[in-house]
């Protein structure tokens, strides 16, 4: 019978726990790869945005992602590359030797960038109000009640809002900077950081959105990296 594990236990010990340990017993397993970008950029077909709020996107660092655009998954590969994952050593261990995506990768992939204040702060306890509020001032519109989970928000009450807004020519600079912030909400919430629902994103990341320094760009290629590497860990160890 064939041994999908480590024949030397000392460094990677999980094995018990690691999802390759399902491949004998249902080896056709393929997971479900949940994600919300598809109706983001189907509501930027319908409507466009403004030149305006691109260059805020190129600003903030997250215009590399749109250039993307929807990008068809293998759900297959997926499958083997998290079979092949060691949270032990943040690697993927291969036939040929262990690699491992790196910062570098993050930057050249979607152009996000590595240097720059750091993307961190603790949850809020905030009331619905509270919440409507703050999404007011900085995204320029009030979810109704029921588009918040806490400190979350659903992305449907995001997208909604784009289809039927978009800035023009003669639109306050202000409402510039509000449209470019739901854009990035729904990028973080359906592509970069998407939760296990896959249709919210934190208002936490909205913080770090409110002042937009193009001179120093906050570092979101760290966050993401760090994300990804905690994904990972909580799909690998599927026993736990």
Known sequence: MANFGPIDTSVLYGQANHRSEDVLGDPDTTLTVRRGDISFFRVLQLVPRHIRVLQVLQNMSFFGILQCGHIEIDTHLITALVERWRPETHTFHFSVGEATITLQDISIIWALPIE???????????????????????????????????????LSALLDWLLNNTCDDESPFDAVLQEARVCVMCIIGGILCPDASGNTVSLLYLRHMEIIDEERPSNWGTAVLAFISGALYSITTWKN
């Open 116 to 154: 720059g204040n750091l993307i961190t702060g603790v949850d809020i306890k905030w009331t619905t109000q509270q919440w409507q509020n703050y999404c007011h001032q900085w995204l320029g519109f009030r979810p109704n009640e029921n588009a918040f989970k806490r400190s979350r928000i659903k």
